[in-house]
């Protein structure tokens, strides 16, 4: 029983599972925030017709 316990907590596989949760959690955040703001940014440029994009396309 005690080589049970000793194997068990030098265990670290659950531990780097976490980490890597966390990184995928913490990336996945950061991309939808991006594409949020991406959105936000292409809404103004294509909504604004004395914007450069659209002078530029009308030359």
Do not use: C, H, P
């Not at 659950?14 to 913490?26: H, N, P, R």
């Amino acid at each position: 029983m005690k080589t049970v316990l000793v194997r068990f907590l030098e265990d670290e596989n659950g531990a780097t599972v976490v980490e890597y949760g966390l990184i995928i959690a913490v990336l996945s955040l950061t991309i939808i925030g991006g594409i949020g703001q991406v959105f936000n940014s292409l809404t103004w440029l294509f909504s604004d017709n004395s914007s450069r994009l659209a002078n530029a396309f009308a030359q």
